[in-house]
């Protein structure tokens, strides 16, 4: 088995995770990164040896501000570097790079993503998490689907495009205004890049009609299911309408998500616990679409989904899907395998690739809006 300097296992604190080299990026620097279905993944390759090709060092790593920890899969390490590291050690990267920065101190805890991956329909190699980018400035623009990193401080808070971003922990936080229901606090998550607003207790706010469920988010070691409505008034954030706002359960902590994300570029200054945010068309009203799913609770398991409910007057309902159903492939590609392209609209159909009993079955889901 080779042996890989670079790569050291260590049980270490969590610190400081990537350091770009101050030198290197007093002009803005564009990230090699890659956006699929409105996530930002980045390359960090490392040091390539003689004989080697870059794309055989590289991991992919999602970057996620709603994530305290960064984690690598086992697969991920020994495809790399020929070392295979039980789950649970962290791997301490040493010096690796992504695009023209040298990175510094990179570590990651080992731990099997292969549910993600399933679930997003790409490959990961691991997710990076929010203070990755701690010393310098870091944009997320979603108009152009870029991160950008550059030396620097955003200046103090005005309520109007700066805002204190602290919270209960290290990630980015931001006030979010409710009437009715006063001012919460929302993680800034660019990991829940499908979801809207995820507050806890949706029953007690002015809705149009009553919350009704509408199907699950994957987390590490469990699915937490979710019920769904449109706020009957606005949200704000400091001057910013967001009209009507889809909204959607959470018995923990409350996010804003992707589809609120995405109408803005987002430049975090770690150090000082700010962050500036740009609306990227300041003339289209920031809205949010009907919520158009197929209607299934779905694990992780294998290199598919196995159906854990069918959700009341819903397409995959309606359609005849049922629990302990096992789907290998939506609108014929494998699960592992979807394209990170979005469509320019709601989608129509689903077409769903099942066993059922030791039998494959094809089934095609007639989409419509659980939520208006």
């Known amino acids: 088995m080779k042996q890989v300097a670079i790569l050291i296992v260590a049980l270490l604190a969590a610190g400081k995770m990537l350091a770009p080299a101050a030198a290197q990026i007093d002009a803005p620097v564009v990230l090699p990164a890659e956006v699929c279905r409105g996530y930002f993944f980045v390359p960090v390759t490392l040091e390539v040896r003689d004989g080697e090709m870059e794309s055989d060092r590289t991991l992919w790593f999602l970057y996620d501000t709603g994530a305290a920890s960064s984690y690598v899969d086992p697969d ?26 040298r990175l510094t101190g990179l570590r990651a805890r080992v731990r099997d993503l292969d549910h993600l991956s399933i679930a997003l329909g790409r490959e990961i190699d691991g997710i990076l998490e929010f203070d990755a980018f701690e010393d310098v ?29 602290n919270g209960p ?12 229901r006063g001012t919460r606090r929302l993680l800034i998550d660019s990991g829940a890049a499908l979801s809207p607003i995820i507050l806890r207790d949706i029953e007690r706010y002015d809705t149009v009609v009553p919350p009704r ?9 469990e699915i937490e299911r979710r019920s ?10 400091g001057p910013n309408v967001l009209v009507q706002p889809v909204i959607q359960s959470t018995p923990g902590t409350e996010i804003l998500g992707g ?16 962050v500036l945010i740009e609306r990227n068309a300041p003339e289209v009203p920031i809205t949010f679409e009907p919520l158009v799913t197929h209607g299934l609770v779905l694990v992780p398991e294998n290199d598919g989904m196995r159906v854990a409910a069918v959700i009341a007057n819903s397409p995959a309902f309606d359609a005849g899907v049922e629990i302990g159903d096992f789907i290998t492939h939506f609108n014929g590609a494998e ?23 030791g039998e494959a079955l094809a089934l095609t889901l007639n989409l419509y809006p659980l939520v208006d």
């Open 137 to 165: 400035l870091l944009t997320l623009d979603y108009a152009a689907g870029e991160m950008r990193v550059v030396n620097g401080e955003l200046p103090s808070p005005n309520g109007e495009t700066v805002f204190r971003a």
């Open 259 to 274: 589809q609120a994300l995405r109408h803005f570029n987002w430049t975090f200054d770690q150090r000082n616990e700010r």
């Open 76 to 101: 991920s390490i020994e495809r790399v570097s020929g070392r295979r590291l039980d789950s649970g050690v962290r791997a301490n990267f040493g010096t690796t790079t992504t695009g023209p920065l």
């Open 228 to 237: 769904s409505a449109r706020l009957n008034t606005n949200a704000m954030i």
């Open 335 to 357: 699960m592992r395998e979807r394209s990170c392209d979005l469509d320019t609209g709601p989608p129509e159909t689903l077409d769903l690739d099942l066993i059922r009993d």
């Open 169 to 180: 922990d290290i990630r980015p936080w931001i006030q979010v205004r409710f009437p009715g």
């Open 213 to 221: 469920a509408t199907g699950a988010a994957v987390r590490f070691s």
